[in-house]
């Protein structure tokens, strides 16, 4: 065989080899994102099925979501602007409950938070799904107090809310220019 056909065909085949290469790596690159995104989108779809499920926060989520006097006397007594706000027989039996009702509430929020600040769900998957409990934290007065009291250490929470409420002021221009 010719030595210069030998070359050329030597530089053809690995030429080709190089371009399978790299295709075959974007490919793999590709493929990975692509499940990596589908893997958040189930995590946060999974962490909202279990919120919605579970019966422990229907009963705040519906009392903060009507601003229920009784739970707004409660958030009063233990936002931070008394120097005890859990001094034996300040709350009664009920509001004990409550109150630990709340916390886990705020709680699952600061996890949902978490995630959502390290990337682990995306924020614009997210924002149908939990923008709406992250910003009803800002719209309650007392609810915002209570959660902005340093002990509790919700920073997280607030600094999402925040960006929730900015996302929905952002949705609702989109959807003034669209009409």
């Not at 958040?40 to 009392?63: G, N, T």
């Not at 709680?107 to 997210?126: F, H």
Request: aromatic residues 12%; hydrophobic residues 35%.
């Amino acid at each position: 065989m010719d030595q210069s056909l030998y070359q050329s065909l030597s530089i053809s085949f690995n030429a080709f080899t190089l371009i399978i290469g790299t295709i075959t790596v974007i490919k793999i690159v590709k493929e990975y994102f692509v499940n990596k995104h589908r893997e958040m989108i189930y995590k946060d779809f999974d962490m909202r099925c279990k919120f919605l499920e579970a019966k422990q926060y229907s009963d705040i989520q519906s009392r903060i979501e009507h601003e229920d006097p009784e739970l707004e006397v409660l958030l009063k007594l233990v936002d931070g602007s008394d120097d005890n706000p859990y001094a034996p027989g300040k709350l009664t039996k009920a509001q004990t409950t409550t109150h630990q009702e709340l916390d886990n509430y705020i709680n699952y929020l600061e996890a949902v938070a978490l995630l959502i600040k390290n990337g682990n769900i995306l924020t614009e998957d997210t924002a149908g799904m939990w923008d709406y409990y992250l910003k009803r934290i800002l719209d309650w007065e007392p609810l915002k107090r209570y959660v902005s009291y340093p002990p509790y250490n919700w920073y997280l929470v607030l600094s999402e809310a925040h960006k929730a409420a900015d996302r929905f002021k952002l949705r609702a221009e989109m959807h003034r220019h669209m009409r």
